[in-house]
């Protein structure tokens, strides 16, 4: 019986890129031995708060060659905003440690691990874990197919990259759900913009829940009843304020990840 080999992807640059989105641009190459060649296995998250979020979930993701079967329970997240269903924004995050951060994460003792001062945790978006359409990391900030609401249940077939499978194969990728309840946060975090899009509040687009996706020998999808084709999109008729803001959020994360990481070196 011969065994399958998986090819082990390598960052070659961290460039800012139109797509990119939370944290830094990943370039990536993969040998000959393509991501189709993978065998089955399936991946447990388990979905913990961060930044004083009160939500937990539970994500399970069945890999077979570059086919991800996605079944998701998302429970106690900020429930609204202006008058509209919360959109949580999800992704998988590859590229980095495979971690989530803790409260020394955050640099700027604002309270808040921002997205970026997570970066170096969990990486960037390796894929969008979106309700309909792009999955792609140009996709992260869609609020219109994201899933809203305080509770949701996902349930989505994606096709992912070479780079996402080699991160899910290495027990590097990192399930990230965003969105926080602004009224949690301290009175500093309050007043500040998002580190990725200025025009938004930093609640926005700062991580809520985190998990590392890890091998499971698990089958059944997690609690809760799933949505066949994704989380629910109910309230988002008027899609609140970021929005229309979303092109921004390319520019914006990869600019502002690069500054920092070169003041840091300097």
């Keep these: 019986m011969t065994r399958t080999k998986r090819s082990t992807t390598r960052i070659l640059a961290m460039a800012a890129a139109p797509a990119a989105l939370l944290a830094f641009p990943l370039a990536f190459t993969a040998s000959t031995a393509s991501a189709q060649s993978s065998g089955s296995a399936t991946y447990m998250a388990t979905l913990n708060p961060l930044n004083h979020a009160t939500g937990s979930g539970t994500l399970m993701l069945q890999l077979n060659g570059d086919q991800a079967v996605i079944t998701e329970h998302v429970q106690g997240l900020a429930t609204t905003f202006m008058g509209a269903a919360y959109p949580h924004v999800q992704h998988i995050h590859i590229g980095a440690a495979g971690t989530c951060p803790g409260a020394s994460a955050d640099t700027n003792g604002d ?24 999955t792609s990391p140009a996709a992260g900030t869609d609020v219109k197919i994201a899933p809203s609401g305080g509770s949701f249940d996902y349930s989505r077939t994606i096709t992912l990259d070479a780079a996402t499978v080699s991160s899910i194969d290495a027990g590097k990728a990192v399930i990230v759900v965003h969105g926080l309840d602004p009224a949690t946060l301290s009175a500093q975090a309050q007043g500040e913009p998002s580190d990725l899009v200025p025009s938004l509040p930093l609640a926005a687009t700062s991580p809520a829940l985190c998990g590392p996706l890890q091998v499971s020998q698990m089958s059944s999808v997690p609690g809760g009843g799933v949505n066949t084709g994704g989380g629910g999109t109910s309230g988002l008729q008027e899609p609140w304020m970021f929005a229309a803001s979303a092109g921004l959020a390319a520019t914006a994360g990869g600019a502002l990840y690069l500054r920092r990481r070169n003041a840091v070196q300097k």
Excluded at 111 to 134: K, M, N, P, Q, R
């Design 111 to 134: 309270g808040v691990v921002s997205t970026t001062e997570g970066a170096s945790f969990y990486g960037g978006i390796g894929t969008t874990l979106s309700v309909s359409g792009d």
